[in-house]
């Protein structure tokens, strides 16, 4: 029995359905940090009520995301943390931007 659990692990793993696939998006998206919800942010592993309302108040007060790394300079995201988030989050426009793009599309 044990090895058959093993065995279904290992081929979860293997297959990319590890933790990394179970927070992005349907479709395999990576979480835009620049246009994500309090929620959104919740879905990332390790990111809680608090540090999400930081990553949003954080947007809020400094503007966009410029590169992932920023997210170091959010209280309860050091290194570590980074390094399990960064596969499964990009820079990309904010939500106003996207709003405009769509605007100005026929």
């Given at each position: 029995?044990?090895?058959?659990c093993?065995?279904?692990?290992?081929?979860?793993?293997?297959?990319g359905?590890?933790?990394?696939?179970?927070?992005?998006?349907?479709?395999g998206?990576?979480?835009?940090?620049?246009a994500?919800?309090?929620?959104?942010?919740?879905?990332?592993?390790?990111?809680?009520?608090?540090?999400?309302?930081?990553?949003?108040?954080?947007?809020?007060?400094?503007?966009?995301?410029?590169?992932?790394?920023?997210?170091?300079?959010?209280?309860?995201?050091?290194?570590?943390?980074?390094?399990?988030?960064?596969?499964?989050?990009?820079?990309?426009?904010?939500?106003?931007?996207?709003?405009?793009?769509?605007?100005?599309?026929?």
């Amino acid at each position: 029995m044990r090895f058959i659990c093993t065995a279904l692990l290992c081929l979860l793993l293997w297959s990319g359905g590890g933790p990394a696939a179970w927070a992005q998006e349907p479709g395999g998206k990576a979480v835009n940090i620049n246009a994500a919800t309090v929620a959104d942010l919740e879905k990332l592993p390790g990111i809680g009520p608090s540090t999400a309302q930081r990553i949003v108040e954080y947007r809020e007060k400094n503007g966009p995301f410029k590169k992932v790394e920023d997210l170091m300079n959010i209280r309860g995201i050091g290194e570590k943390s980074f390094l399990k988030l960064k596969p499964l989050v990009v820079v990309g426009p904010a939500r106003a931007d996207k709003a405009a793009e769509k605007a100005a599309t026929p």
